[in-house]
């Protein structure tokens, strides 16, 4: 996952820390953002795992703490509901006026509210997925119950929330009660996913239930069966992202590009900016690139590297077929190479008849099993036969065709 330090300015100038987490096997079609739970921050451990399951679908995500929370600027004393709406616009519109404008909102607990609401503000939304989310953000002030008569006396109170001392004002209270999310939802209209889970003790998934009957569709719930409410468990939060991301691909605007069609045994496709290549083997499809160090995204295996898969992928392979026909118990074969050149001296100097250096693959092999150092022995002369390194042993003709 490639990860992005930025920053921007919400509507009361401050300075909002942030993270915008991109694809790193292409460019993203589509930009996300995440709102995390009441008093948490972005690098939640949760947050980052669904952020890695969006990615690995093309999804870029932006996560960035409100104000006053993480590296952010402001006072959290100082928030409230609607300054977290008002943060998350702000960031939709970062990403409009930098990158992509945002189709996915996405939120955590009372994040969830969030999502829900600042959605009705932003037309350009088309999914919003929420987790664990609260039906009314007043459900928050149980986390404080113990300082509300204070709160309401003086106007203010230190609460202990997850082991951290927060101030608390009594303008927080009082916005959370003047917030009508049944109605934000009767007139949103945009495509829900609610994720609860049944043991979420926290916010309890009659939640859920209240938040999908209110809302309209499409809407669609996902049980998050077993999982704590800050989806502490690995597996919980990247099955989430996972899930937002098979689900989202209904509603928003993915461009497809057409099929390679291959006439030979492999075809490939480069357009006019980058390096980032199509392959396709027959039926089967992978990336070639080049690194950023050479004008490349570095999205896949740079054609080297796809020369040095294949003369391992062929060494592996002819070992373990001697090894059946002989009958010895070969129980796996690791092959590790790396080819040495000037890489990006080569590239430059594509014009030149002679080559500048020799090229050489560094091969190590490691075979498993029940063998004796003869056997093993002889396994390693017979990796030396197989057709990929004979090949780059032998002389090769490449004839070459302009296709009309």
Do not use: A
């Given at each position: 996952m490639r990860s992005q330090k930025v920053s921007f300015t919400n509507s009361n100038g401050y300075e909002l820390s942030a993270r915008l987490e991109l694809p790193v096997n292409q460019h993203p079609h589509t930009y996300a953002i995440f709102a995390h739970?009441?008093?948490?921050?972005k690098n939640l451990t949760a947050v980052r795992n669904i952020s890695r399951a969006l990615n690995m679908t093309g999804i870029a995500v932006l996560r960035f703490d409100f104000t006053g929370l993480g590296e952010s600027e402001g006072d959290f004393a100082d928030t409230n509901f609607t300054s977290n709406v008002e943060d998350l616009v702000a960031a939709a519109n970062y990403l409009k006026e930098n990158h992509?404008?945002?189709?996915?909102?996405?939120?955590?607990?009372?994040?969830g509210a969030a999502v829900l609401s600042a959605a009705g503000l932003l037309p350009d939304i088309k999914a919003v997925a929420t987790l664990g989310a609260p039906f009314d953000p007043h459900h928050v002030s149980h986390l404080f119950e113990a300082g509300i008569d204070e709160i309401n006396s003086t106007g203010q109170a230190n609460v202990t929330i997850g082991g951290r001392s927060f101030k608390v004002k009594k303008q927080f209270l009082d916005d959370l009660e003047e917030q009508l999310i049944e109605e934000k939802l009767k007139n949103l209209r945009k495509a829900i996913l609610v994720m609860h889970s049944p043991q979420?003790?926290?916010?309890e998934v009659e939640n859920a239930r209240r938040i999908y009957s209110t809302a309209h569709h499409p809407k669609s719930f996902v049980s998050l069966d077993g999982a704590d409410h800050l989806l502490s468990r690995k597996e919980d939060s990247l099955y989430a992202g996972e899930m937002i991301a098979c689900w989202a691909k209904r509603y928003i605007n993915k461009p497809e590009k057409e099929a390679l069609k291959v006439k030979k045994q492999v075809a490939i496709r480069l357009g006019s900016a980058g390096f980032t290549t199509d392959v396709m083997v027959r039926q089967h499809s992978l990336t070639a690139d080049e690194p950023e160090s050479v004008g490349g995204n570095d999205f896949g295996a740079t054609p080297y590297e796809l020369v040095a898969a294949g003369l391992g992928a062929c060494t592996a392979m002819t070992i373990q077929m001697y090894a059946r026909r002989k009958k010895w118990q070969v129980d796996e074969v690791t092959v590790h190479l790396d080819h040495k050149k000037d890489y990006a001296q080569d590239m430059n100097d594509v014009a030149n008849e002679k080559p500048?250096?020799?090229?050489q693959f560094?091969?190590?092999?490691?075979l498993e099993g029940d063998l004796t150092l003869e056997q093993k022995q002889r396994l390693i002369e017979i990796a030396d036969k197989c057709p990929v390194h004979r090949t780059l042993?032998?002389?090769?003709e490449i004839n070459t065709i302009l296709k009309e």
């Open positions: 739970c009441f008093t948490c921050n992509q404008i945002p189709t996915i909102l996405i939120g955590h607990s009372l994040g979420d003790r926290t916010v500048i250096k020799v090229d560094n091969r190590e092999i490691i042993h032998g002389k090769v």
